[in-house]
């Protein structure tokens, strides 16, 4: 498990180089990625602002209710007295609101002075003002739900909207990223979870110095490589296993600057100078299981086979020095897409 040495003049691997339309369609993606996430919290927004007044709706519903209540409660006066008064106007019978002697004088008294026509009025009165209120709550509580309604389609159109677009920049940058030679398999990245937009966010950092988080794992635990690579590695890897039932052993993957260092102190001119590795890159695997040696079933297979997956063996590795466990990714090799 060495690293590569690089030889004067090997083209420095399938590091594709970030076009300036490919950086412009990255940040056009992630802007839309934002406005889109923008959007969504404001619609959620919205959506709790709709909650509340959906509350104050049921409240005007449940006052509504009340008055409605109290509409046919003052009703009754008027309609029980008239209905009394025309059945008994001076008579002894009972009145369900007032009852005793003194209230049934009281009753005659207001009849003859005429003071009944004046709380006949009043009861009138309240009716009306109950009968507005509730004409008024209900208009409000419309007004209410639609303009919620309204306002949730309009946020709802507004999402497509973007989605839309945000859908349309992601492809087009994976158009551009194919056209590179970035491999995109769908297959691979739902196996991974892992976002091939990453590769271009991964070149910006010099060899060796990748943020893991820029990185995508290897079923085979513990090793990452540049997302590209690493999707790939994932449809070989599913090849391998259907013809040998088992997965392919990996020592060695991506190679940070210290662990290059690392191996570079402990094996001075075997290993590749520190800060050159295609390791160092998250492009190439240290093999095993077989593979490391050389003509072995495992080796031929991986050579006859590993390129329709962007993976070969590379020429200097067959002599200077001979290292038949190492594998780098080509994306130019990639015939998968
Ligand atoms: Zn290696």
């Not at 009340?66 to 106007?89: G, H, I, T």
């Not at 990453?198 to 010099?206: C, G, H, I, R």
């Amino acid at each position: 498990m060495t690293s590569l040495f690089l030889l004067p003049g090997q083209p420095a691997a399938a590091q594709a180089k970030d076009p300036a339309n490919l950086t412009e369609l990255r940040k056009e993606a992630e802007r839309s990625a934002k406005e889109l996430e923008d959007a969504t919290k404001a619609l959620e927004q919205r959506r709790a602002t709709i909650a509340a007044t959906e509350k104050q709706l049921k409240e005007k519903l449940d006052a509504l209710q009340a008055a409605e209540r109290n509409l046919a409660v003052s009703r009754r006066p008027v309609a029980e007295m008239a209905q009394l008064l025309y059945e008994e106007p001076f008579g002894q019978g009972v009145v369900p609101f007032m009852t005793g002697e003194a209230n049934i004088k009281t009753l005659r008294a207001m009849a003859d002075s005429g003071q009944m026509v004046a709380v006949r009025q009043q009861a009138v009165q309240q009716t009306s003002q109950l009968y507005q209120q509730t004409e008024k709550l209900a208009a409000e509580a419309q007004e209410l739900r639609a303009g919620n309604l309204l306002a949730e389609a309009q946020m709802s159109a507004e999402i497509d909207t973007l989605r839309k677009r945000s859908d349309k920049v992601v492809k087009s940058l994976t158009a551009a990223l194919v056209k590179l030679g970035i491999k995109i398999d769908k297959v691979g990245r739902g196996a991974l979870g892992c976002n091939p937009l990453q590769v271009t966010l991964a070149n910006d950092y010099p060899n060796g110095l990748i943020p893991s988080k820029l990185l995508c794992p290897l079923q085979q635990r513990g090793h990452l490589l540049r997302a590209d690579a690493a999707i790939a590695f994932v449809s070989l890897n599913e090849a391998y296993r259907k013809q040998f039932g088992k997965q392919i052993c990996v020592t060695d993957a991506y190679r940070s600057l210290a662990e290059q260092q690392s191996v570079y102190y402990r094996r001075p001119g075997f290993a590749a100078v520190p800060g050159r590795s295609n390791h160092g890159l998250g492009l190439a695997v240290d093999l095993c299981g077989g593979v490391q040696n050389f003509r072995s079933v495992q080796f031929n297979w991986l050579e006859k086979n590993g390129k329709r997956y962007g993976w070969i063996h590379p020429d200097w590795a067959y002599s200077s020095p001979f290292e038949p466990w190492h594998w780098e990714y080509d994306p130019k090799a990639d015939s998968i897409l």
